[in-house]
C-alpha cells in the first residue's frame, strides 16, 4: 500500500532501523522492489530520478508505482520519493502528483542559494503535507559507475550542514559524509561527521551512494542514526548484468517476457538482502498511515 514517507521515517526511528529508498528505472524494478518488499515484510521507499522520469514519463511512473504498492505489495507500506530533483518544474509536478516527499537538489550552489532554493521548495511543499529532502555538501560519482576509484570523496562542512537544515526547514537532511554514487573502493563513513551532524540538527539522516559501502558500515551507521539508505547501482548492475547473461544465452528468444522475468528476480534478490541488513526486514506493520 502506498503512505507517507514519514510514517515509515518515523518507525524507522522508533525501532533502530533504516528504510531502504531504491531506485528504480522500469517496470522491472518496480516489481523487484514491491516482490521483495512483501517477502521480507519490510517497508520500502521507491525513488525515482530525473532521467528515470525522462525516460518512463512522470504520469506512467506515478501510476505504475501506485498500482504496484496496491496490488502485488498490499501487505506492506510503500512510500513514493523524487530522489535529486535540480528543477524546480520537476519537483513541483511531483509535488503535484502524489508524491509524499520530493529531494531538492542544490546542493552544487553556493550555500545562501542553496537555502534560498529549498526554502521556495519547503514553503510549497509544506502546504501539501509534502517531506523535503535538502542537500548540502554536494555527493560526487555518478549511478552505475562501477570501474573507478574517485580522486577526491569531499566532505560536508558541518557549521554549513547545520546553518542549512535551521533555515530551510527541511523534514530530511543529505550530506556527503564519505560514500559517493557508484560503487568505489575508497568509500567511507565518517563517523564523527554522522555523529555530529545527527546531534546538531536532529532530523532524518539519508545516506546517498549506499551502493559499494562496506556491510559493517551500513550497520554501524544505522546504529549511529542514519534513517534512510539509497540504493541505485546495485539495482542497475543487477539488472543489466542478468539481462546481458539471459539474452547472451538465449539469442533466439522472440518474447521480451522471457528474457526480462530473471531481472526482476535479480532485482529482488538484491533488495531482499538490503532490507535484512538495513534491519526493515519483519517491520511492515509498523506504518499505518494511507495517503
Ligand atoms: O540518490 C541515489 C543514491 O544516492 C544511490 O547511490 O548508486 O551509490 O547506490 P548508489
Ligand atoms: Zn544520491
Avoid at 552505475?144 to 526547514?169: C, M, N
Avoid at 551500513?218 to 540504493?231: L, P, T, Y
Amino acid at each position: 500500500m502506498l503512505v507517507h514517507i514519514k510514517d515509515l521515517v518515523q518507525d524507522g526511528k522508533k525501532h533502530g532501523y533504516a528504510v531502504g529508498a531504491f531506485n528504480i528505472t522500469n517496470l522491472e524494478s518496480v516489481l523487484g522492489v514491491a516482490r521483495a518488499a512483501v517477502k521480507a515484510g519490510s517497508p520500502a521507499i521507491i525513488q525515482v530520478s530525473e532521467s528515470a522520469i525522462k525516460y518512463m514519463g512522470l504520469k506512467p511512473i506515478t501510476h505504475i508505482v501506485s498500482t504496484v504498492a496496491k496490488n502485488v505489495a498490499a501487505s506492506v507500506p510503500i512510500a513514493l520519493h523524487l530522489d535529486h530533483g535540480t528543477s524546480l518544474d520537476t519537483v513541483f509536478e511531483c509535488i503535484n502528483s502524489g508524491f509524499t516527499s520530493v529531494h531538492i537538489d542544490a546542493s552544487n550552489l553556493p550555500l545562501d542559494e542553496n537555502i534560498n532554493l529549498t526554502k521556495q521548495v519547503v514553503k510549497i511543499a509544506h502546504a501539501k503535507r509534502v517531506w523535503v529532502q535538502g542537500e548540502v555538501g554536494a555527493m560526487v560519482g555518478s549511478h552505475g559507475d562501477i570501474k573507478s576509484k574517485l580522486k577526491e570523496i569531499p566532505l560536508a562542512k558541518l557549521d554549513e550542514v547545520v546553518k542549512f537544515v535551521k533555515e530551510t526547514k527541511i523534514d530530511t537532511v543529505a550530506a556527503a559524509i564519505g560514500t559517493a554514487h557508484g560503487v568505489h573502493i575508497n568509500e567511507d563513513i565518517v563517523f564523527s561527521l554522522l555523529k555530529d551532524i545527527k546531534n546538531k540538527t536532529k532530523i532524518p539522516f539519508v545516506l546517498h551512494g549506499g551502493s559499494g559501502v562496506p556491510d559493517a558500515k551500513i550497520r554501524r551507521a544505522i546504529k549511529e542514526g542514519v534513517n534512510i539508505i539509497n540504493i541505485g547501482t546495485d539495482l542497475k548492475v543487477a539488472f543489466c548484468r542478468t539481462l546481458i547473461e539471459v539474452c547472451l544465452k538465449n539469442s533466439e528468444e522472440t518474447d521480451p517476457r522471457n528474457l526480462l522475468k530473471p531481472t526482476i528476480a535479480a532485482i529482488e534478490k538484491v533488495v531482499y538482502e538490503k532490507m535484512k541488513l538495513f534491519g526493515s526486514a519483519g517491520r511492515a506493520g509498523g506504518s499505518k498511515i494511507k495517503t
